[in-house]
Each structure stands twice: as C-alpha cells, then as structure tokens.
C-alpha cells in the first residue's frame, strides 16, 4: 500500500525527522525535567509519525524511534525517581513498540542487519526492564504484577520472554524462602509450587 510519493515528501517522514531533530537536543547533561520535556516531544512527533504512515516501512521506523525515545524516558524517570507508574508506563511503551517495530519491519523486508538490531533492542529493553523491578523496594505481589504486564506487553513475542519468565520464578523462589525462614511452611510450599509452574 504505497501512497505513490517517496519517503521525504511523507507527512510520516517529516514527523519523524522532526522527532529526530528534537531527540538529538535531548542531551544527558540537561537538566531532568528539561530532558523529559524534550524526549516527550520527540515521542509527540514520532507517534504522529507512525499515525500518518502509509506503508510498513515507515510503521516500521517510527515505531523503532517511538521505542527508543520511550526507553530514555523510562531510565530518566528512573534517574530522577519518578513516580514508579511513569517508569513502568514507559519500559511497557518501549517494549510493544520495538516489537511492532520488528514486525512491520519484517513484513516491509527491511534488511537482515535492521531486522537484527531490532530484535537486540527488544531483548535489551525486555532485559532492563526485568532488572529494574529488582532494584525497587517493592513486596513480591507488586514485583510479580510489574513482571506479568511486561509479559503482557510482549504478546506472541519470544525475544527475552524466558528471561522474564526466570525473573517470576526468581520473585516465587526468593518469597518461598522468605516464608520458609519466617516458618510459614505452607506459604513457603504455595510459593515453591507457583515458582516450579
């Protein structure tokens, strides 16, 4: 489905490089707020973007970008300790959207090399997102809701799944032990159960 312009002459192409141009700006050493403030406004221009694609290859693109401004967001909020519902909101953004980047990708033939960065990416983000839940002071019920929506967010997608998986089990095991220390033994066992399935 081509709209018979090419590339540059796309209201989806100028979004994007607008996003692009605004993304560069979005510098480390601004301040937080400032930094936000930018990366929210390229995340603007690569969502219309992606609204006003006409092809797979340009769903593709925005999609990538979409993902990986969402990506800063998400370790800038954690950097600045953000409300933890801001932070999850964009690690689960970043990770559906690199995985519809992958797919769009994959139907519009992008070239091996693209298709494998992508792929990269989704196991990265899937992989920070699973390590950041273990740095919070959370109980093992919020943890193990935080880890199910990132699988959630996954859908049909494999890339990084087991390591999620083995995040759960992990969270299961860890509470087991707990309740096993604390000699609730038929918690513990309830725990040992749900960490073995």
């Known amino acids: 489905m081509s709209s018979g312009k090419p590339e540059?002459?796309?209201?989806?192409?100028k979004k994007r490089q607008e996003g692009n141009k605004v993304y560069k700006s979005a510098t480390n050493d601004l301040s937080p707020i400032i930094l936000q403030d930018k990366l929210?406004?390229?995340?603007?221009?690569?969502?219309?973007?992606?609204n006003a694609a006409t092809t797979d290859t340009e769903k593709a693109s925005a999609?990538?970008?979409?993902?990986l401004c969402s990506w800063r967001?998400?370790?800038?909020?954690?950097?600045?300790?953000?409300?933890l519902h801001q932070i999850i909101y964009y690690y689960l953004e970043?990770?559906?959207?690199?995985?519809?980047?992958?797919?769009?990708?994959?139907?519009?033939?992008?070239?091996?090399?693209?298709n494998i960065k992508v792929e990269g990416y989704v196991k990265e983000i899937v992989d920070d997102s699973c390590a950041y839940t273990h740095t919070l002071n959370i109980s093992a019920e919020k943890r193990l809701l935080i880890l199910h929506r990132i699988v959630d967010s996954m859908g049909e997608e494999r890339i990084g799944i087991t390591d999620v998986f083995?995040?759960?089990?992990?969270?299961?095991?860890?509470?087991?032990?707990?309740?096993?220390?604390?000699?609730?033994?038929?918690?513990?066992?309830?725990?040992?159960?749900?960490?073995?399935?």
Not at 8 to 13: K, M
Not at 73 to 83: F, G, M, V, W
Request: glycine share 4%.
């Open 73 to 83: 967001l998400a370790k800038s909020h954690t950097r600045s300790r953000s409300e």
């Open 63 to 67: 999609s990538k970008n979409y993902s």
């Open 40 to 50: 929210r406004t390229a995340n603007t221009h690569y969502f219309d973007s992606w």
């Open 94 to 114: 970043s990770i559906t959207h690199m995985i519809h980047a992958k797919h769009f990708g994959e139907v519009a033939v992008h070239e091996q090399p693209w």
């Open 166 to 197: 083995y995040a759960i089990a992990e969270v299961y095991f860890k509470d087991g032990i707990r309740y096993l220390g604390n000699k609730e033994f038929k918690r513990s066992l309830s725990r040992m159960y749900d960490c073995y399935h």
């Open 8 to 13: 540059e002459e796309s209201i989806s192409y």
